[in-house]
DNA sequence: CATAGAAATGACCACCCGGTCATTTCTCCG
DNA sequence: CGGAGAAATGACCGGGTGGTCATTTCTATG
């Protein structure tokens, strides 16, 4: 009556969420998909602000003004990739975390290490948004991100130091959160080096699958052998190669 | 004659080379700090692209063609306070380095932690230019920074390393380059925790002075237990403060 | 076929960017 | 004071950005 509200507004619901206009969700889902791996691509290998809405929509090759009504925004945009993507994490990470729970603790990291850098490898986009993120400051949803996931993460590791102390084959004296954090660090690291062989340090993380998965094997080993309640000499400084 | 040459071109030099035209030495001392200073913020707070050279100006409340005349271009004047900070940098490093050489490893490895940490702390500018190119691909300069700073941070630990196991403080079967890796990449998480909350995963990394060196210290411990020798059970879970 | 509503379009906008350069202002010396 | 050279200036440029919206095209139904 009053206000005859010309504007069709897609309902403004919460202020985290990322739901797109309904013209999106009725578009033909194979074209959903084409344009969600284009975008996040972009993001992916320019970060948020260098990412450019042109470049999407000229590599798409549709109207920019489409992209525009299916999101509002480019950070609209972000933030519908940005839920998916951690929705799309989650399952994998709970599927390795309940997987082999009876195992010790050594081949527990060893798995998690190899499946970490699987899945780096084959989600490139997410985790580069993920690495940009951890230092650039003015990602939108930065803090939501990081909390949800990074927690997820060491509480992960922890329970997982936990466990193998429990188990007797980690040192009881360790302290869970410092392990976990000394893991974190070390795998991030890896998987970064992985991508970089600026960042590979001579390690041969970034060269062939093989060599990496015995650099990954040895690094992990490594870790163990630090936790371990007493050395295990058998794996030896050159024992390296599976 | 032929080409009068009209454009007094400050020499071309090395490509490398970051020197200003001459007219920036010439400056005033205390002007040459102060433009330094707000150009090293704006870089470090905002990373090379989002970094603006309006915004300089604009604080520095000078014209925007001045810089250009000092720098040439946007890219000049990051080549000029890159190499200046790299310079900074290697003095405290190589000091670190030199001091104390005859001690035992763990005090070694504190030492080292602590100092970085301070250094963080004491020039967050460069440590936030350092952070965003780990991660930011087209940063200029940035296979150069990389490759230098990091090779020589991670030489050092294994050196640091290799050193230990000639006193017998560390596990002889331990590969040292692997060693470094977990080193580097544990102070590298730790000092990027101490700025941001967020990723400080419960540690305590970034309260107070006080708390940071007792949780510094207990990294650096972990990091030490799982390489030395024997469990040295002193210095158990709880025992944190130092 | 007619037509209503959904979807697609791309010219256009204001804004900011790095960079230029003719001009003015300053400084110092004879 | 005069003048030369160094230094400072800021209007201006082309180009890219995220975002808008009146218009056209498509599609489904009566």
């Not at 082999?100 to 010790?104: I, L, N, P, V």
């Not at 400051?137 to 949803?141: A, I």
């Given at each position: 009556m009053d206000t005859p509200s010309p504007t069709p507004r897609p309902a403004p619901r919460s202020d985290l969420d990322s739901a797109p206009g309904s013209t999106f969700n009725n578009l033909d889902p194979q074209k959903q998909r084409r344009v969600l791996d284009e975008s996040l691509r972009e993001f992916a290998e320019n970060g948020y602000h260098q990412a450019s809405i042109n470049r999407i929509v000229g590599r798409l090759d549709i109207a920019k003004g489409s992209l525009f009504q299916y999101f509002g925004s480019k950070e609209g945009l972000f933030r519908h990739l940005f839920r998916r993507a951690v929705d799309e994490i989650k399952a994998p990470l709970r599927a390795i975390r309940d997987a082999?729970?009876?195992?010790?603790f050594p081949q527990r990291l060893k798995r998690v290490f190899t499946a970490s850098a699987a899945f780096a490898q084959a989600h490139p986009f997410l985790w580069g948004i993920y690495r940009r993120m951890l230092t650039q400051?003015?990602?939108?949803?930065r803090a939501t991100l990081l909390s949800e996931v990074r927690a997820e993460a060491l509480t992960f590791f922890r329970e997982l130091v936990e466990l193998g102390q429990k188990q007797g084959?980690?040192?009881?004296?360790?302290?869970p959160a410092i392990a976990a954090f000394v893991i974190e660090a070390t795998l991030d690291r890896a998987l970064t080096a992985q991508g970089s062989p600026l960042l590979d340090a001579g390690l041969g993380?970034?060269?062939?699958p093989n060599t990496r998965q015995a650099r990954l094997d040895a690094l992990a080993e490594a870790l163990c052998q630090g936790f371990s309640v007493r050395s295990v000499p058998s794996i030896a400084k050159g024992d390296v190669n599976a």
């Open positions: 082999d729970s009876a195992e010790a400051e003015d990602f939108p949803l084959s980690v040192r009881a004296d360790l302290n993380l970034s060269s062939d």
